[in-house]
């Protein structure tokens, strides 16, 4: 892509006790990028997001924002950064209205320091609106489907000028119609020059939605490729390190009489 760089994590590295997660992993991100993030169960693609997310504060590598080097050892820091992850167990509080959830800790306040209700309101209409929610920001979150929360997330880190937007795994619980929504909103996002990272096991889905995809395995890059210029065969190689035919090898027709433990002839069923 020729936009700009909006996110640059070098040589990340990140150990557990008896487990080395990430060795020397690095992700390039444009703005206006969908960036899609790929690996099987326990590649690192959350560690890694967790690292910019300012989750895990201790870690090793560089992390650049536009060019400049930023330190993120915090989710506070991440955000006044621009930087906003919706998990895929989302982070809302069910039994605080759709309102207080989009603005917590931002509510507007009055001359006399209270919560101005009727700006927060406002606010968050403005803010579902964005993302195609016609809800009353009044209305409980638990009352709310979950496609409704996943938009509801998203309109969150719109209200924080969000400029690196991770989701992981957002379409998980989401049917068809829930899925073809929240494209629109993250092509909206794009447009403009809004950097999404996207982790998704579900190919179909890259092919879709994705310009570029990192392929992570047991912690380490493996490799970068434009979405449009690889297939699914190529990806998946990358993410398991043999080619697929290996995977599912042909069945030899073929058999050692020798190990036969049961052999029925001319078998009938009287009537």
């Known amino acids: 892509m020729n936009a700009p760089t909006a996110l640059r994590m070098r040589d990340i590295s990140k150990a557990f006790p008896g487990v080395q997660a990430l060795a020397g992993v690095s992700l390039v991100v444009h703005e206006g990028e969908v960036a899609a993030v790929l690996g099987e169960n326990g590649a690192g693609k959350s560690t890694l997001m967790n690292i910019l997310a300012g989750v895990f504060s201790h870690y090793g590598g560089q992390i650049e924002l536009r060019g400049e080097p930023v330190t993120v050892h915090t989710p506070k820091q991440a955000a006044a950064l621009g930087i906003a992850m919706i998990h895929q167990e989302l982070n809302l509080v069910a039994d605080m209205s759709v309102a207080d959830n989009i603005l917590l800790g931002r509510e507007p306040r009055t001359a006399r320091g209270t919560v101005d ?78 950097a999404v990272i996207y982790i998704s096991h579900r190919l179909e889905e890259l092919e879709e939605i994705a310009d570029s995809v990192t392929v992570l395995r047991d912690g380490a890059f493996v490799g970068r490729r434009a979405m449009a210029e690889t297939s699914r065969a190529e990806l998946i190689q990358l993410m398991v390190g043999r ?21 029925v002839t001319g078998l009938s069923l009287p009537p």
């Open 117 to 194: 209700r009727k700006q927060m309101l406002r606010r968050a209409r403005e803010l579902l609106a964005e993302v195609g929610l016609r809800l009353d920001p009044r209305r409980l979150v638990r009352q709310c489907r979950v496609a409704e929360q996943q938009l509801i997330e998203v309109a969150k880190a719109i209200g924080r000028n969000v400029r690196i937007l991770v989701m992981d795994e957002p379409t998980s619980a989401l049917a068809d119609a829930e899925v073809r929504r929240l494209f629109a909103v993250i092509r909206d996002l794009t447009a403009r020059g809004v």
């Open 243 to 263: 080619p697929l035919g290996d995977l599912f090898p042909r069945e030899s027709a073929e058999h050692d009489e020798g190990d036969v433990r049961l052999r």
